[in-house]
């Protein structure tokens, strides 16, 4: 979000200044969990890598016992294994956050009403770029428009004003309660 594109909404500098400061503590609360995150990812990558090489070493310490190799090798694939499922857990996590930040650019209403109207194992994910969204965003946005923020503005009503404005040369207040007001004064 930038102040040149509030500024276009013609909106006022106080106004903005409220909206960056909002926008300000979301964007740090985000960054926060980001490097939270990051740090915790690294810390268990760092315990698989040890885990590995214990196992290694573990099994060139052990030459003579066919079953503790055999245990050791079992290890080693169930760590391959996990390290695999978490993979695929992340690709996941992140197409799915690929797929709802486009929903909220499309201008989806609400995006968890969007979700099932889209076929997730159509879409990849390579290289942070997501490939088979937009077609079927296109078609949900032309099948059920509803659910997103209509594309162009909306034209302003017509203003309707009350009141009798049948003699303007008369002085004498429209409203009852001001006309009783101005008989005491």
Do not use: C, W
Not at 21 to 26: K, N, S, V
Not at 109 to 129: H, M, N, Q
Request: hydrophobic residues 35%.
């Amino acid at each position: 979000m930038k102040r040149d594109d509030l500024k276009a909404l013609e909106l006022s500098d106080e106004q903005i200044e409220k909206i960056m400061g909002l926008h300000g503590q979301t964007v740090n609360d985000l960054n926060g969990q980001i490097q939270s995150l990051t740090t915790e990812k690294q810390s268990l990558t760092d315990q698989v890598t040890q885990s590995n090489t214990q196992l290694e070493e573990l099994k060139s310490g052990i030459q003579d016992n066919q079953e503790l190799q055999d245990k050791i090798t079992q290890l080693q694939a169930d760590n391959a294994q996990l390290e695999a499922d978490s993979q695929t857990k992340l690709v996941e996590v992140q197409t799915n956050y690929a797929i709802e930040s486009a929903l909220k650019d499309a201008g989806a209403r609400d995006v968890k009403a969007v979700l099932p109207f889209i076929d997730k194992d159509t879409i990849k994910l390579a290289d942070g770029k997501v490939t088979g969204l937009d077609e079927q965003l296109k078609t949900v946005q032309a099948d059920k428009d509803f659910l997103f923020q209509p594309t162009e503005p909306e034209a302003p009503k017509p203003a309707i004003v009350t009141g009798n404005n049948a003699n303007p040369a008369d002085n004498t207040p429209s409203d009852p309660f001001a006309a009783k007001v101005a008989q005491y004064n």
